[in-house]
T-cell receptor, first 115, second 109 residues
Framework: DVKVTQSSRYLVKRTGEKVFLECVQDMDHENMFWYRQDPGLGLRLIYFSYDVKMKEKGDIPEGYSVSREKKERFSLILESASTNQTSMYLC??????????????FGEGSRLTVL | GQNIDQPTEMTATEGAIVQINCTYQTSGFNGLFWYQQHAGEAPTFLSYNVLDGLEEKGRFSSFLSRSKGYSYLLLKELQMKDSASYLCAVIDSNYQLIWGAGTKLIIKP
């Protein structure tokens, strides 16, 4: 059974703290994505990666960075958390030769609260 | 700008049929997805349409009209477990995924 695992389901952090969100997939997928999900809005793409060591900015990369040192792992980093980064963060992966035409497999999400 | 419109919330009765609409205005079109997301869980893939017409998969069907910028998800023989949010997403000409805000479907007995 395919699986995308996010390290933390719930986190509470203070403003200015550094936050790491880890995501691991066991499907040997090339493509990995980080989204945030907020009420009343569609999923918004933060960063994505189509290969190891490769990263591309999505629609809302400000305040975030990512790391993809291994194919199966894609980490999202908040260098200095702010209250407007309180959100649900979803990691996803896909296997597709053409970007984004493949089915996305999502993790269960990490709900981050920044106080 | 690019836009995906879905109703925010719908209510239907167990055993009935419900149609969830999605209209889109995007720069180009390379396919449309429907995902289901139960509260507190990961979205899961339901369907992918790239050509006009109806695709049936069990109790769920998805329809696409590219000329009208319109899709719908049809759920038949509704069950309580179908209570979830349904997300519509379109692939634009740059192969970027544009997401709708989702439709929360409430099933009543």
């Amino acid at each position: 059974d395919v699986k995308v695992t996010q390290s933390s389901r719930y986190l509470v952090k203070r403003t200015g703290e550094k936050v790491f969100l880890e995501c691991v997939q066991d499907m040997d997928h090339e493509n990995m994505f980080w989204y945030r999900q907020d009420p009343g809005l569609g999923l918004r793409l933060i960063y994505f990666s189509y290969d190891v060591k490769m990263k591309e900015k999505g629609d809302i990369p400000e305040g975030y960075s990512v790391s993809r040192e291994k194919k199966e792992r894609f980490s999202l980093i908040l260098e200095s958390a702010s209250t407007n980064q309180t959100s649900m963060y979803l990691c996803a992966s896909s296997l597709s030769e053409r970007e984004n035409t493949g089915e996305l497999f999502f993790g269960e999400g990490s709900r981050l609260t920044v106080l | 700008g690019q836009n995906i419109d879905q109703p925010t919330e719908m209510t239907a009765t167990e055993g009935a049929i419900v149609q969830i609409n999605c209209t889109y205005q995007t720069s180009g079109f390379n396919g449309l997805f429907w995902y289901q997301q139960h509260a507190g869980e990961a979205p899961t893939f339901l369907s992918y349409n790239v050509l006009d017409g109806l695709e049936e998969k069990g109790r769920f069907s998805s329809f696409l009209s590219r000329s009208k910028g319109y899709s719908y998800l049809l759920l038949k023989e509704l069950q309580m477990k179908d209570s979830a949010s349904y997300l519509c997403a379109v692939i634009d000409s740059n192969y970027q995924l544009i997401w709708g805000a989702g439709t929360k479907l409430i099933i009543k007995p």
